[in-house]
T-cell receptor, first 112, second 113 residues
Framework: DTEVTQTPKHLVMGMTNKKSLKCEQH?????MYWYKQKAKKPPELMFV???????INESVPSRFSPECPNSSLLNLHLHALQPEDSALYLC???????????FGPGTRLLVL | QKEVEQNSGPLSVPEGAIASLNCTYS??????FFWYRQYSGKSPELIMF????GDKEDGRFTAQLNKASQYVSLLIRDSQPSDSATYLC?????????????FGTGTRLQVTL
């Protein structure tokens, strides 16, 4: 089973709102990732967690705040986003950082 | 700066034909290579991965890797309309930040009836 789940599927938020995206996997994977994907572009890496510790932050603005409460869960906290942050947010996981990544279905975010 | 290049397409093939998707990469230290399929509005789905030079077959899909030429390809035999999607090539190094996936811009495949 290579299932990564993400909630919510869709999210609409205003620029002053605070919201969170959630990602979960029960495959025992120790690496988890957040990507952002704009239309007709490839996914762009945002954050990497390895063994529940943040190992890569791709210079993402502080209005995006990741959190890894345990080895199965990954959150992305959103605050004061801009309309240009509207995108598909993808979570992925892999056994270890060097291994194959499996993507969740994504959260489609619209910032008004 | 690692680069992965793909022809954006669209690549149009008739149903039942072989579709050939190509990808070149710039970093000679790249260790592993992936093909993801992405339907419009959906997330990337892993199709194949390959680590060693040569061919790797899985059903109708064959991945080919030539590290000397820095070239990886995906062949889809007996193409079906359901294969119509964008195919993303991704490349990864080994260790530290080199373990990050670098994606190409994707090739859009259209399988026509």
């Amino acid at each position: 089973d290579t299932e990564v789940t993400q909630t919510p599927k869709h999210l609409v938020m205003g620029m002053t709102n605070k919201k969170s995206l959630k990602c979960e996997q029960h495959m025992g994977h120790r690496a988890m990732y957040w990507y952002k994907q704009k239309a007709k572009k490839p996914p762009e890496l945002m954050f990497v967690y390895s063994y529940e510790k943040l190992s890569i932050n791709e210079s993402v603005p502080s209005r995006f705040s990741p959190e890894c409460p345990n080895s199965s869960l990954l959150n992305l906290h959103l605050h004061a986003l801009q309309p240009e942050d509207s995108a598909l947010y993808l979570c992925a996981s892999s056994q270890f950082r060097e291994e194959t990544q499996y993507f969740g279905p994504g959260t489609r975010l619209l910032v008004l | 700066q690692k680069e992965v290049e793909q022809n954006s397409g669209p690549l149009s093939v008739p149903e039942g034909a072989i579709a050939s998707l190509n990808c070149t990469y710039s970093d000679r230290g790249s260790q592993s290579f992936f093909w993801y399929r992405q339907y419009s509005g959906k997330s990337p789905e892993l199709i194949m991965f390959i680590y060693s030079n040569g061919d790797k077959e899985d059903g109708r899909f064959t991945a080919q890797l030539n590290k000397a030429s820095q070239y990886v390809s995906l062949l889809i035999r007996d193409s079906q309309p359901s294969d119509s999607a964008t195919y993303l090539c991704a490349v990864k190094g080994w260790g530290g930040t080199a373990s990050k996936l670098t994606f190409g811009t994707g090739t859009r495949l259209q399988v026509t009836l």
